[in-house]
């Protein structure tokens, strides 16, 4: 057991027998530690469906919160879970280590069964900051409401959200002409889906107003590929650089 300059407290085994690691993880719930452990297992899961995974190595992690993850050396999603609000509980059956998770309310139980434990850990420690979200596409709406020059000399933002067959439109207005213009906006650099879906915006705007209606479509993005700016070209559609504000 280490504890770092900060008071953190970290426990870590190598190899450890089931019932050394049953204590490391059983101390950890207690102090509201993360717990983890890696090793050769069954995942059984049963509440809302029934699952059941084949031994496999896995990656197990039980936080303070009653969360618990299963994932495996693929992908970013877990391939089982429990969310917030579950209790821990770690015990030995039959020689195996047996981590439970249970949800009171639907009546969940994921249950992982250990054949062998190749790494058990417990690090207790605080996060007090929430994640903030710098550069978005919101962050880019309000940048454009706030200056619409930025997009052209003489756009006028009349809605935002506006909704349409094809689906809600970031940003709708008129050109100093008068023309309708629909803006779909993008943080980051785009390709040729992008470019279909402000055409889909487009033609539905077209057929919700009026027969002769002529609308404008602005893709505004940093960049774009080259086969999105071919296509752009192709359908009549504009594209515009503009990078979100960076803070």
């Known amino acids: 057991m280490t504890d770092s300059e900060y008071g953190h ?28 452990v890696y090793g050769r297992c ?79 850990s417990a690090f207790s420690g605080s996060d007090e900051n929430e994640l903030a979200l710098v550069g978005t596409e919101e962050d880019l709406r309000q940048r454009i409401l706030e200056d619409p020059e930025l997009l052209e ?30 803006v779909e906006l993008k943080r980051r650099r785009v390709g040729p889906d992008a470019v279909s879906q402000l055409r889909r915006y487009v033609d539905a705007l077209e057929r919700d107003l009026h027969a002769d209606a002529a609308v404008r479509g602005i893709l505004v993005a940093p960049s774009v590929t080259d086969r999105a700016e071919r296509l752009l070209s192709d359908h009549g559609l504009e594209f515009v650089s503009l990078e979100p504000p960076a803070e």
């Open 9 to 36: 407290r970290t426990e870590t085994l190598q190899g450890p027998t089931p019932a050394a690691a049953r204590d490391v993880i059983a101390r950890g719930i207690d102090t509201d530690a993360i717990v983890t």
């Open 42 to 120: 069954t995942v059984d899961y049963d509440g809302r469906a029934t699952s059941y995974l084949e031994a496999g190595d896995r990656h197990v992690m039980l936080k303070p919160d009653g969360a618990a993850l299963v994932h495996t050396d693929e992908g970013q999603q877990p391939v089982n879970w429990q969310p917030p609000g579950c209790n821990h509980d770690a015990f030995c059956e039959d020689g195996a280590l047996v981590l439970e998770s249970l949800r009171p309310t639907p009546d969940e139980r994921l249950c992982v069964r250990f054949q062998e434990i190749l790494q058990v």
């Open 153 to 182: 000399t003489g756009f006028t933002p009349l809605a935002t959200e506006r909704d349409t067959p094809a689906g809600a439109v970031d940003i709708y207005g008129e050109d100093s002409t008068g023309r309708a213009v629909v």
